[in-house]
């Protein structure tokens, strides 16, 4: 990933709106905001601790989605023109809970 950086970092697709407002929430309310939105019996929150992003994705079951990933990714979906540097190289972390015990994680780098 080190070669890339001072390149720009390209968002291509859309995202759906509710997850829209929510970065957009984040956005305006600084590097210590935090914000939610239900999408059915989904419920995304966000919050953002400096230049980083938590997302805790939950349903109606027990089992719960856990991502962090560097802030510059958020502004590249929200469409703002982001370079790479080192806060973009860092690792996007997943972590997934189910009720039964079987729980799943991983980290690009």
Excluded: H
């Excluded at 697709?13 to 239900?38: C, F, H, N, V, W």
């Excluded at 419920?43 to 953002?48: F, K, L, Q, S, V």
């Excluded at 994705?57 to 929200?78: E, F, H, N, Q």
Aim: aromatic content about 4%.
């Amino acid at each position: 990933m080190e070669e890339l950086i001072g390149s720009d970092l390209d968002c291509q697709g859309e995202i759906d709106t509710g997850m829209e407002k929510l970065l957009q929430k984040l956005d305006q309310g600084g590097p210590r905001s935090r914000a939610s939105y239900r999408d059915g019996e989904t419920t995304i929150a966000g919050r953002r601790r400096g230049g980083r992003l938590d997302l805790e994705i939950s349903g109606a079951g027990s089992g719960r989605i856990d991502a962090t990933m560097p802030w510059a990714v958020a502004d590249c979906l929200l469409g703002k023109t982001t370079t790479i540097d080192k806060a973009v190289t860092s690792s996007i972390k997943v972590k997934v809970t189910n009720e039964d015990g079987r729980n799943y994680s991983f980290q690009l780098n």
